[in-house]
């Protein structure tokens, strides 16, 4: 297998970017999910599971340790009374590296009734915005996103750091892998949820169906979560070899 696309989160829900390459450090991707909104009335951190809008807007790393948030119309900012006037409700942009207690991340137990079904909590990492303290860098083969009857232009849907060509990812659960410079562990089959049916931009439109399958097919889950054992880089092309 070989690393075909490369994308990093600034912004947790926010869509990315497509990189060449990336540096990998103990967090995974520097600069992925470092920065998050919060409401400030609530102090809660925002997922599109809660504000599907955030994935209409981008977020930009700038290499500095900070970030900007690209919003629908084109307008680029990090000024919170901004964003809150384009969410209409009042947030703020916060580093990861500000907040000292693990985030506190919740979802639907019913995707098909969101408002009526109960939401379940759990809590992620501290230090960034990941969901899972056993996921710094996702993966998935081009070959399960074929088997969902997903296509590689909708790849986004899922939010994985490499995508690569081939199959099997699953099997590496348990094993240490290198890729690039970098040396991961794989953890654990990415259990997937509501937000992979939530519209997005470029013709991206919100589809019901395409959690049902990964239920029916793949009990749930997509991808692999892989925790850095060595940092690094990585770059498109390189190949993911089993230890």
Known sequence: MRITQIWRYPVKSLQGERLESADVDAKGLVGDRRWALFDR????????????????????????????VRLPDGTETADDDELSRWLGREVELRSAAEIERA??????SDATDEDGAPWVEWRG?????????????????????????????EVRRFRFNLVVDGE????????????????LEAMKRIDRCVMVTRPQPDGIGRDLDVLKRINAARDG?????????????????DELVPL
Do not use: K
Not at 125 to 151: K, N, Q, W, Y
């Open 41 to 68: 009335g609530t102090t809660n951190g925002l997922t599109a599971r809660r504000v599907p809008e955030l994935l209409m807007a981008c977020g930009v790393w700038h290499g500095d340790g900070q970030v900007s």
């Open 103 to 108: 985030p506190v991340y919740e979802n639907p």
């Open 125 to 153: 990492p501290r230090g960034r915005f990941h969901d899972s303290t056993r996921t710094m860098v996702s993966i998935c083969s081009e070959a399960s996103l074929a088997s969902v009857g997903v296509p590689l232009g």
């Open 168 to 183: 099997g990812e699953d099997a590496l659960v348990g094993r240490h892998l290198s890729i690039g410079d970098v040396e």
């Open 221 to 237: 889950h997509l991808g692999i979560g892989t925790l850095v054992r060595s940092p690094g880089r990585v770059r498109v092309g």
